[in-house]
């Protein structure tokens, strides 16, 4: 018989896309834009969901 739990939490991160500094460089074009992910912030909240399932595990 499985048994099943779900949770969750959300932790607030350093932007990856733009380490941090809220705004990206153009490759091509070489001008600044606003990062997209983070908003220009530079911090990301991160929302995690994790499905846990439980189960009888025999021993050897
Ligand atoms: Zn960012």
Redesign the pocket.
Known sequence: MAKNSQTQYSKIEV?R??Q???R?RDNITGAWHT?E??G???M?RKHVEVQITIEPHKRR
Do not use: I
């Open positions: 932007c896309n733009c941090g500094d809220g990206k990062c992910v983070c220009g912030s530079g990301v």
